[in-house]
């Protein structure tokens, strides 16, 4: 056996690096579905061990089950948005053709409203027509088939890459849930960190993604629905679609008072004052308010963060990962005030008793 000496040891970090680049280029195009399926597999191992048990250790048949659950939790969400956007997209055509092809009085009601609204703006001397809101109706929704028409290549193209992501998740899925236990040993074995450290750190991260999940999702989909109930009561027409855009943008930082207010405004304008007032209301002081009710019953204490950095996480994992960034960014905060307090507790002391 060869002697391993300083040249010996740099060679192999050598290959080492080689051998992480490598992989890294290999994988570079999956990188979001193998973050997923590590995500999605501390989400759902509590659920295939309790599956485990009740199968009475037979692996397989649990890992089946959890993906039927897993399947369930993501496809019936699925079909009622298809459903909703389906359905309301269906009549929003149709009233926009019934605007179009006759003599609306609703389509002339709302044009009167506009214009006593500009006239009531000083230094602007501007009035809409009929025939110019129908242009720009026209004018807008026109280029939408032209667009789907000339990238449809590039839509089956996406469909391609959907599915191949979708296979390495769910291979990854499959194999991690079993074995999670292990992973972390060996993430311990390769660490050169005392196993307390790296437990803590393993902790802190499993908490904070399983928290930030539980929290985001559910968080956003109460919101949503209590800013649909206040759309329904002003009237807002649309509602059920209206609902689901508030619960995508609760997801983002924005919250859904990028709905709310707009449409509160909006109904103010046109004279419905206390529908506009009831959902500038609602919007403001009761639906912003649910995420400081929810999240202290959603969020361990293990996986707190400072809500700034909740903030600038999520904002910059958007940035960075896209729509998953919103999960992944507090993540990484969460990593690395971990460090921080490792080295506040542990290393910092170490190192004032050397001194």
Known sequence: MKIITNKTRSFFYLIVLLACYLTYIIIKPYIGAIIMSFLTAIIYRPIYLKLLKWCKGYISISIILTLIALSLSLLVPLLLIANITIKQSLEFTQDISGLVNNNNITLLHLISQMNIFLTSIPFIDFQITETTLIENIQTTIGPISGYLANNALN??????????QAIVFVSLLITILPIMPTLFQIIKDLSPLDDQLDQKYIFRITSMARAMVRGVFVIALAQGVAAGIFLAIGGVPYVAFWTLLCIIFALLPLGVNVITVPAGITLIVFGSIWQGILILIGGLVIISNIDTFLRPMLVPKEASLNPALVLI?????????GFLGVIYGPVIMIFLVTTIEIYLEFYRHEKQINN
């Open 155 to 164: 839509i089956g193209t996406s469909s391609v890459q959907f599915i191949t």
């Open 313 to 321: 996480g999520a904002l910059g994992g958007l940035n960075i990962f």
